[in-house]
């Protein structure tokens, strides 16, 4: 009688990856059977790229058993990987757009003529052939990649993968650029694959496509294994449980913030705004005095909205409003005219800038607002420092203090302290207390709350920490799939009732 091991291509078991002062996983599981689509879920940074990748061979895993087909593997590269049978299409294709799509598919295993030289010929009618028996493809094979649209490329990066008898295909987010059309047309193409036994990992955000077209899902939060499932078993809202680390709780009372009340008068409005697979058809006014919650999970589309209405994404269809005049956007500048803020996510990256002082970067925005030609007296930059380091209660030791050598919670004050010297009539705020002190957090939920309420600004703030959500917004936007699909306010608001809308189970206003 075959052993339940038999079921199984793929088994890897306690896997541990560990960066220098970083656990990336810890004590992973995963388990892959053979001819099935098997979904790996979890928010930004649960540890799902860090898994493919240590099962591709472009990390080497720190502990752990990997056991492909039988065997234990120790994949050194990702070459290594692909010959033994694990190929991965990724969504941005990593093919060259400048070859042929007979050479992109066959790039490193060109058929030979006697000479040893390329044999042309044959490598186009083995592409065709390809392409049309196993994805339904009838193109030229010998036009260039980059002629074909992104969907049409993600295919051939398929077809190459089932050319190398991939048992294997690893489709990390394929569907973030396609159509609806085009999704279903690939949805089909797995399908066959499945049929003929290829065994699918299947990596996507979009929760209605996993519930479409997957077997099983295995969870990961935080680095760590969460639990492996049968798809017909899970409800959606037990998933966006699991993946947040939050049980539903309807009962529940929630502290909350005298929260501002808005005024009458829109500052910012869009309609149908949209950025082709960041955001889609976005409708969202936003007015005076008023603090506005975006939540969903990560990833689901929250920092683009962010980043679109501050330029930094451009978009393609739909309109932005300001003060009752539609804008052109080219560039963050633009916005920034617009007396709009914005305080990244990532402050180590996108934020703050350590070799420079407290003062440097405080002032930062608005002697680049001002320009190179501007330059602001350093009496004025003093005054602008002190002012903020007082209205923050920013820890420095001066304003002349290296901004790297201060904790996270005050960096973030910096950053903060920086837009407001714009003196902006919208301030977004994306993540603003995520690793900072539980004291510095509740400063950060007050400002945002004071400044809608005594200033008549606007705020747009986003937290993956629902609580804060809560306990700050006077409205709440949920934010799934790139799209919005619920708006809660007053007493709609309510973690349980965010965690439904993700889910898709909340009916109430939408």
Known sequence: MASDNDNYILQMKHIDMFFPG??????????????????????????????????????????????????????????????????????????????????????????????????????????S??????????????????????????MIAIARAIDTKCKILILDEPTSSLSDKETERLFDIMRSLKAKGISIIFISHFLEQIYTICDRITILRDGTYVGEYEIRNLERIDLISKMMGKEIKENDIESNLDKSRPHENV??????????????????????????GLAGLLGSGRTEIAETLFGVLQKSSGS???????????????????????????????????????????????????????HMPRSRQNELADYYIDLLRIKVSDRE???????????????????????????????????????????I????????????????????????EVRTCSRVLVIRDHEKVAELSEDEISTAHIMQAIAGDYHGHA
Not at 445 to 451: D, K, Q, R
């Open 22 to 127: 970083v656990k990336a996983l810890k004590d992973v599981s995963f388990n892959l059977k053979k001819g099935e689509i098997h979904s790996l879920m979890g928010e930004n940074g649960a540890g799902k790229s860090t898994l493919v990748k240590v099962l591709t061979g472009v990390y080497q895993k720190t502990n752990g058993q990997i056991s492909f087909d039988g065997n234990i593997i120790e994949p050194k590269t990702p070459l290594e990987s692909q010959q033994m049978g694990i190929s991965t299409v990724y969504q941005e294709v990593n093919l060259c757009a400048n070859l042929s799509v007979a050479e992109n598919i066959y790039i490193g295993r060109e058929p030979r003529g006697a000479l040893g030289n390329i044999d042309w010929k044959t490598m186009s009618k083995n592409a």
């Open 445 to 468: 939920e007050n400002l945002a709350v004071t400044l809608a309420k005594e200033k008549g600004m606007s705020v747009i703030f986003i937290s993956g920490e629902l609580a804060e």
């Open 401 to 443: 203090q290296l901004v790297s050598n201060l904790s996270g919670g005050n960096q973030q004050k910096v950053i903060i302290a920086r837009w407001l010297a714009t003196q902006p009539s919208l301030l977004i705020l994306d993540e603003p207390t995520r690793g900072i002190d539980v004291g510095t957090k509740s400063e």
């Open 129 to 154: 052939v390809l392409l049309k028996e196993n994805l339904g493809l009838d193109i030229d094979v010998n036009k260039t990649l980059g002629f074909y649209p992104v969907a049409m490329q993600q």
């Open 267 to 292: 500052f910012l409005e869009t309609r149908n705004m949209t950025v082709p697979g960041k955001v889609k058809n976005l409708d969202l006014k936003i007015r005076e005095g008023e603090v506005i």
């Open 320 to 374: 932005i409003n300001i003060d009752g005049t539609d804008i052109r956007v080219k560039c963050p500048m633009d916005m920034m005219n617009q007396k709009i803020a914005f305080c990244p996510e990532d402050r180590k990256v996108q934020g703050i800038i350590g070799d420079l002082s407290v003062r440097e970067n405080i002032i930062l925005a608005m002697q680049a607002k001002d320009g190179m030609f501007r």
